[in-house]
């Protein structure tokens, strides 16, 4: 199985490719990497809108806070399980030598430890989202510590998340902002 990154080397080096999908059964697998890669791209954009305005809580007020958060869980999900491949071939390459993949990977390790906790914790101490549904979390002064330790933590590692892959962020944004309708992507 290719992986998230070679798919996206492959796009963005054939993304320019006027080819018609009927004329080559190659290009059929070039149009499923752009579906792709669109999915990524717009998935991790969200993912980050959504964390901005989560993190944002005196704009947004507690019932949105909690609501995107549970949100951000569920859209966390899947963005997990469309990067398994990478989160698998990355672990395998650990032990050879290397710094880069290593660093990478502990960045993504603990973004996913510091987020998970985050909405875990932030389900726990639901003041409106779970009483809504019927359930009242017990009250607890660890799991709010937790919760605002956890927002921080993930606030400083968003960032150096999106510096790490900043290359290929801005080749599939250039993409999209050369496309015309009508033109074959």
């Known amino acids: 199985m290719r992986g998230a990154a070679t798919l996206r080397h492959d796009w963005l080096m054939n993304a320019g490719?006027?080819?018609p999908a009927a004329d080559s059964p190659v290009?059929?697998?070039?149009r499923r990497?752009?579906?792709?890669?669109r999915l990524d791209f717009w998935l991790d954009a969200l993912l980050l809108v959504a964390?901005?305005?989560?993190?944002?809580?005196?704009?947004?007020?507690?019932?949105?806070?909690e609501w995107l958060g549970i949100g951000l869980g569920v859209v966390l999900l899947v963005h997990l399980t469309l990067h398994w491949d990478w989160v698998i071939r990355t672990t395998r390459k650990l032990?050879?030598?290397?710094?880069?993949?290593?660093?990478?990977?502990?960045?993504?390790?603990?973004?996913?430890?510091?987020m998970t906790l985050c909405i875990a914790s932030g389900i726990l101490i639901s003041e409106v989202a779970l009483p809504q549904l019927g359930i009242t979390p017990p009250a607890s002064s660890f799991w709010r510590q937790m919760h605002g330790t956890t927002a921080?933590?993930?606030?400083?590692l968003v960032p150096?998340?999106?510096?790490?892959?900043?290359?290929?962020?801005?080749?599939?944004?250039?993409r999209?902002?050369?496309w015309r309708p009508g033109r074959s992507r």
């Open 95 to 114: 032990l050879r030598p290397g710094g880069r993949e290593r660093f990478v990977w502990l960045v993504n390790l603990l973004l996913l430890l510091s």
């Open 27 to 30: 290009t059929a697998g070039r």
């Open 51 to 65: 964390y901005t305005l989560a993190y944002s809580l005196g704009f947004t007020g507690i019932a949105t806070h």
């Open 17 to 19: 490719s006027t080819t």
């Open 33 to 37: 990497i752009l579906a792709r890669t």
């Open 160 to 174: 150096i998340h999106a510096a790490l892959d900043w290359r290929w962020i801005v080749g599939v944004a250039r």
């Open 176 to 178: 999209f902002a050369a």
């Open 152 to 156: 921080t933590l993930t606030l400083i």
